[in-house]
């Protein structure tokens, strides 16, 4: 949606695939890196460093010799993708290595309060200065703590690492001392905690949406809803914000260049203010490629602005590609640039759904929420269908569903955020200002989204299925899909309903 507003040749979704210099090189070159970074060290070839160098020995060569005679361009991406994949397991592999220290005594800001009983534990962002890579980290503290979310504080402990997913290593902080230096509401961000403050009775669950901190009390319906993903601030969230906030620039009257630079301040203004989250960081990244591809004035290929942005964020920290979250976000965005777009031309093409022969205002309001609906349906859709191998080999689980009821969820949404980031800035220039309206508002949209997420398990039985993880030769069958099948791939289509019968058993019995 953000592309829409930034630059025509990214929404359009009758695109082509002709790009950045007539060859969309850049999304096999990150895609290999990324699968190469992501890659668990249990598939990962040994003697890796002279595998490398034999890849590298003879792909190189025949990568150069073809690019000079202009031949087998399909042969050239599939070179550039493996030679950027061995270069992404090596990077992995050369950070495994480095040691990492052992005792650690810094000032973090608390994250996710995971549980408080005969102990402590909770996620938190460390000073960069003191750990090599800027992540939340566990820290488990053996008494309780009565911390909140955006707290700062002092902490000391033993830094020590325990098995994690796919035979990785997670970084866990044995803290022996915890010590709040600032609440949240003395902080920089203390005005829009004000503001969540003076919320109803879903006041966590408006912190959640809203700044991306704490643990909602109804986070286990949004689970069985399938609406999990609206509780973690990120790419959908600074999406719809910077849509509305594009839509009032344009509402006044703004010129096309002053509304680019005005969105790349709004994205890192709401990253800022939600706490510099990395899934918030991921999508501000994201704001600005789809910006700069948008200044560019080129008919950009429209997985261009998604490889500018994993590339950046892997040169920054390679292991982010091991990272759950990151893998969901990039999958998502995936999903909705390739088979989404292509799902939402097809639906304009079979139901356009325009105002003749009733043109009137009603009916043309009526029109604009059918097309919207559908649109976010396919486009959740693609999103769904990109993330379930991921959800089901991470997680043991998929929620075929999750497109309807985000639909049906989506005016709520749409209203918390509407009236909730104005609130919170609001809040901030004028703290005692007439904003009960808006705060009315917000509590109206977070009581419509909890109804939702516990009705919806009774209204749409099986949101939450429960799977065994697919097996790698389903993953790669999967990503199929998203494959443009021209020409002789198109020999291939009759897979897809093999396909689609194995994925039935593998939901059904698996």
Same mark, same amino acid.
């Given at each position: 949606?953000?592309? *829409?507003?930034?630059?025509?040749?990214?929404?359009?979704?009758?695109?082509?695939?002709? *790009?950045?210099?007539? %060859? =969309?090189?850049?999304?096999?070159?990150?895609?290999?890196?990324?699968?190469?970074?992501?890659?668990? &060290?249990?598939?990962? =070839? &040994?003697?890796?460093?002279?595998?490398?160098?034999?890849?590298?020995? %003879?792909?190189?060569?025949?990568?150069?010799?073809?690019?000079?005679?202009?031949?087998?361009?399909?042969?050239?991406?599939?070179?550039?993708?493996?030679?950027?994949?061995?270069?992404?397991?090596?990077?992995? *592999?050369?950070?495994?290595?480095? =040691? %990492?220290?052992?005792?650690?005594?810094?000032?973090?800001?608390?994250?996710?309060?995971?549980?408080?009983?005969?102990?402590?534990?909770?996620?938190?962002?460390?000073?960069?200065?003191?750990?090599?890579?800027?992540?939340?980290?566990?820290?488990?503290?053996?008494?309780?703590?009565?911390?909140?979310?955006?707290?700062?504080?002092?902490?000391?402990?033993?830094?020590?690492?325990?098995?994690?997913?796919?035979?990785? @290593?997670?970084?866990?902080?044995?803290?022996?001392?915890?010590?709040?230096?600032?609440?949240?509401?003395?902080?920089?961000?203390?005005?829009?905690?004000?503001?969540?403050?003076?919320?109803?009775?879903?006041?966590?669950?408006?912190?959640?949406?809203?700044?991306?901190?704490?643990?909602?009390?109804?986070?286990?319906?949004?689970?069985?809803?399938?609406?999990?993903?609206?509780? $973690?601030?990120?790419?959908?969230?600074?999406?719809?914000?910077?849509?509305?906030?594009?839509?009032?620039?344009?509402?006044?009257? @703004?010129?096309?260049?002053?509304?680019?630079?005005?969105?790349?301040?709004?994205?890192?203004?709401?990253?800022?203010?939600?706490?510099?989250?990395?899934?918030?960081?991921?999508?501000?990244?994201?704001?600005?490629?789809?910006?700069?591809?948008?200044?560019?004035?080129?008919?950009?290929?429209?997985?261009?602005?998604?490889?500018?942005?994993?590339?950046?964020?892997?040169?920054?920290?390679?292991?982010?590609?091991?990272?759950?979250?990151?893998?969901?976000?990039?999958?998502?965005?995936?999903?909705? @640039?390739?088979?989404?777009?292509?799902?939402?031309?097809?639906?304009?093409?079979?139901?356009?759904?325009?105002?003749? &022969?009733?043109?009137?205002?009603?009916?043309?309001?009526?029109?604009?929420?059918?097309?919207?609906?559908?649109?976010?349906?396919?486009?959740?859709?693609? $999103?769904?269908?990109?993330?379930?191998?991921?959800?089901?080999?991470?997680?043991?689980?998929?929620? =075929?569903? %999750?497109?309807?009821?985000?639909?049906?969820?989506?005016?709520?949404?749409?209203?918390?955020?509407?009236?909730?980031?104005?609130? @919170?800035?609001?809040?901030?220039?004028?703290?005692?200002?007439?904003?009960?309206?808006?705060?009315?508002?917000?509590?109206?949209?977070?009581?419509?989204?909890?109804?939702?997420?516990?009705?919806?398990?009774?209204?749409?039985?099986?949101?939450?299925?429960?799977?065994?993880?697919?097996?790698?030769?389903?993953?790669?069958?999967?990503?199929?899909?998203?494959?443009?099948?021209?020409?002789?791939?198109?020999?291939?289509?009759?897979?897809?309903?093999?396909?689609?019968?194995?994925?039935?058993?593998?939901?059904?019995?698996?």
């Amino acid at each position: 949606m953000v592309a *829409g507003l930034l630059t025509p040749d990214l929404a359009n979704p009758e695109q082509g695939a002709g *790009g950045i210099g007539q %060859s =969309p090189w850049l999304p096999w070159l990150v895609g290999g890196l990324a699968v190469g970074c992501g890659l668990p &060290p249990s598939l990962q =070839p &040994p003697l890796l460093p002279l595998f490398t160098g034999l890849v590298w020995l %003879s792909a190189a060569p025949l990568l150069i010799l073809a690019a000079r005679r202009h031949c087998c361009p399909g042969g050239q991406r599939l070179l550039l993708c493996l030679l950027a994949m061995v270069s992404g397991m090596m990077a992995v *592999g050369g950070e495994r290595a480095l =040691p %990492s220290p052992s005792f650690i005594e810094a000032e973090a800001t608390v994250g996710r309060v995971l549980y408080v009983g005969h102990g402590t534990g909770f996620m938190a962002h460390i000073d960069h200065q003191h750990l090599a890579h800027q992540r939340p980290l566990f820290v488990r503290a053996n008494q309780p703590l009565n911390l909140r979310s955006a707290d700062r504080i002092f902490v000391r402990g033993r830094l020590s690492h325990e098995p994690g997913l796919h035979g990785g @290593l997670r970084p866990v902080l044995i803290a022996v001392k915890v010590e709040r230096i600032l609440a949240r509401e003395d902080g920089a961000r203390g005005f829009a905690w004000q503001a969540i403050e003076s919320l109803g009775p879903h006041r966590d669950l408006g912190a959640a949406l809203l700044l991306g901190e704490g643990r909602p009390q109804a986070r286990d319906a949004f689970h069985q809803a399938g609406l999990l993903h609206l509780l $973690a601030v990120s790419g959908l969230h600074l999406g719809l914000a910077l849509v509305m906030f594009a839509y009032l620039m344009r509402l006044i009257g @703004l010129g096309w260049g002053t509304r680019q630079i005005l969105l790349i301040l709004a994205a890192l203004g709401y990253a800022w203010l939600v706490g510099l989250s990395l899934p918030t960081q991921r999508a501000a990244i994201m704001t600005v490629a789809v910006v700069i591809y948008g200044l560019s004035w080129r008919n950009a290929h429209r997985l261009g602005p998604l490889s500018l942005a994993v590339l950046v964020l892997l040169l920054l920290d390679p292991n982010q590609a091991r990272e759950v979250g990151f893998q969901l976000s990039a999958l998502a965005v995936f999903g909705i @640039l390739t088979i989404g777009l292509d799902m939402v031309a097809w639906r304009r093409r079979v139901l356009p759904l325009r105002p003749w &022969p009733l043109d009137r205002p009603s009916w043309r309001g009526l029109l604009y929420l059918g097309n919207g609906a559908l649109d976010g349906l396919a486009v959740g859709l693609a $999103a769904t269908l990109a993330i379930s191998p991921i959800t089901a080999g991470n997680f043991g689980e998929v929620t =075929p569903l %999750s497109p309807v009821i985000s639909v049906i969820a989506g005016p709520f949404l749409m209203l918390t955020l509407a009236a909730g980031l104005p609130l @919170l800035f609001l809040q901030g220039l004028i703290p005692q200002g007439p904003w009960g309206g808006l705060v009315i508002l917000v509590d109206l949209g977070l009581a419509g989204l909890v109804r939702v997420a516990e009705a919806a398990p009774d209204w749409l039985h099986g949101s939450l299925v429960r799977v065994s993880p697919p097996p790698l030769a389903t993953w790669l069958l999967w990503y199929g899909m998203f494959m443009p099948l021209r020409g002789r791939w198109s020999l291939f289509l009759p897979l897809f309903p093999t396909l689609a019968v194995g994925i039935w058993l593998w939901a059904a019995f698996g």
